[in-house]
Each structure stands twice: as C-alpha cells, then as structure tokens.
C-alpha cells in the first residue's frame, strides 16, 4: 500500500475528481507533491468563495461565450499575469468616485481586499471558460447583486451600480490591466489586430450586464479614457484601496512574497496618467524589480496550475468532435 506522500508525489495515477476530470501529473518523485502545495496556495488566492462551483467539464461540445480559439481565451489564462493585471484594475476601478462607492458601501472589501480580487477571477474565469449556461448564470447572478447597491456617494451624488455608464468604467478597467498585463510578460504579446479582438469580444460580458458605449479597439478604448479623466480623483478612499492593496495579508507565508510583487506589478501596470495622478510615477526602479520578477514567476505557476479551468473547458469544447 502506497502512502499519501507517495501519492502526493506522483508515483501513482490520481483518480478522477469530482467532475470526471483526471489531471495531469508530475512523475518527477518529488515534484508533484510540490505542485499541488503550490495549486493549494493559489487557489487560497483565486477561489471566489461565495462563488458557484463550476463544472468545467460539462456539457461535452460546448464552447462558452468565447471558443477555444478566442484572444481572450489566451489573455485570461495565465494565473499570474491575471492577478498582477486583478491588482492594476482595481486601483483604476478606484479613481472613479462613483464606482468606489458602491463597493465601500455595500461590500467588505476593507475588511477582505483579497475577496473582492478573488470574486473578479471567479466570475472572469468563469465567463471565459464557463459553458454558455454557466456564464449566462453569472452574469444573471451579478446583475440581481446589483439591483440592491445604490447609494449617495460623499459629494451628494447618487450611485447604481447598475447604472451602464458605471458598468463600463469597471469593464474597462478590467480588460484594459489584464491586457497590460499580457503585453507585458506574455511569452507573446497580441499583435494590434488581436488587441482589437480582445475588446472586441470582451466588450459581450460587459453589454450582457447592461454596460453601453464599451470600447471595442485600442483606438477607443484611447479615447474613452480621455473622456473620462475628468472625472476621476486620487481621494482618500481611493489612497485607502491602494494602501490594502500593498499591505494586503498573504494566505500563507509561502506565497507572501509573490503577492508583495504581484501587487507592486499591478502598480507598475498602471497607465501614465493614472500613476500621475495618484504620485506613484516612479517606473525605472519598480520595473526593475517586477519585470524580471513576474516573468521568473509564471512559469512556476503555469506548471503549477497545468489542470486548471482552461484545461478542462478546452476537453469540453472538445467532446464534439471526438464523439
């Protein structure tokens, strides 16, 4: 009889899951036992607890909203690049007083910044890679969550986070870091027309919740933002966001360090003009230290998380064509 560490390490076939998935293993003694530890940690940062389970898996021939063979699928894939690009969004999801309040308001994100970071990888993750079902279910499910979030923000004015205008700036905040982040430390960055693609087809989940006038290009997404500069402030709510962000509690000491860099690197994602206005333009030494430090990272986390929903949604998008 084997003993659990030898299973942990590879030395047998793992039996299948829960949803039929049977992962791939390390047969380096050793080596798996360390993968799993380290896909332990990342889940503890990426799961979005409150969030369904999806199965990946099912029904067999289902593409999802996006295919295979979609730019997003490509963007949204890459656990590192996500968070670093997770941590950039919502720094600019902040400066937007409106926006802002709605979470400070009616979410514990003070008390749970990791939280709110793993909410947005579950409901990104899973309209990515989810079935068609499963992502229509999570747009319905944030659409009722945001039926209930109105309020009077501090300047008197009044918010919904339903209001389509709002649902735009946070998609855009969204797409825009996870594509800086790509640009930045993929092994290939899009080309313009795949950049264009990316909008483009991210731009469904966005009008799906009710947002309107989403940039579908670069060019737009330029002059979207140039539209509303004027509208954005560094105020102290907005200074208190980023102060957890950086200060954020690791799951484990373990991974501590990897997430001081990932939040330094989604600083470091910020577009000229938001570093500008929130005093963090110091690019030359924080680049120094994030560039080569994110690039050393994701091709541990990649091994590390070789089974995850991207695996399992490309063997049911599949099922069609090997019945």
Request: hydrophobic residues 45%.
């Amino acid at each position: 009889m084997q003993s659990s560490i030898q299973r942990e390490a590879g030395t047998t076939a793992p039996a299948a899951g829960a949803d039929g998935w049977t992962p791939r293993v390390s047969r380096v003694p050793g080596a798996e036992f360390l993968r799993r530890r380290m896909e332990a940690a990342v889940i503890g940062l990426s799961s979005g607890f409150g969030s369904p389970r999806l199965n990946y898996l099912e029904p067999p021939g289902d593409p999802g909203l996006f295919g295979p063979q979609s730019v997003c699928w490509r963007v949204h894939g890459d656990f590192t690049l996500m968070m670093a690009g997770g941590v950039c969004a919502l720094l600019l999801q902040a400066l937007h007083p409106l926006a802002l309040a709605g979470v400070w308001d009616h979410s514990s994100f003070r008390q749970d910044i990791l939280g709110r970071l793993r909410r947005t990888a579950a409901f990104v993750g899973g309209t990515t890679y989810g079935s068609r079902r499963d992502a229509l279910m999570l747009v319905e499910r944030v659409k009722r969550i945001h039926q209930g979030v109105v309020g009077t923000a501090p300047d008197g004015r009044s918010y919904a986070a339903g209001d389509p205008r709002l649902l735009t700036w946070v998609h855009v905040a969204e797409v825009s870091s996870f594509l800086a982040a790509h640009q930045r430390y993929a092994r290939r960055p899009l080309t313009a027309a795949e950049q264009d693609r990316y909008f483009e087809e991210t731009a469904l989940v966005a009008e799906l919740l009710g947002a309107e006038g989403v940039p579908k290009s670069r060019a737009a997404l330029n002059d979207y933002f140039a539209r509303m500069l004027p509208q954005l402030e560094y105020g102290e709510r907005a200074k208190e966001v980023r102060r957890l962000l950086l200060r954020a509690p690791a799951v484990g000491l373990a991974v501590k360090p990897f997430g001081l860099l990932l939040a330094q690197a989604g600083v470091d994602l910020l577009p000229g003009w938001a570093q500008d206005l929130m005093g963090t333009r110091r690019r030359g030494a924080r680049r120094a230290i994030t560039t080569p430090g994110v690039r050393a990272l994701a091709p541990a986390l990649r091994w590390a998380l070789r089974n995850g929903a991207r695996a399992r949604a490309t063997q049911r998008a599949a099922g069609a064509a090997q019945t």
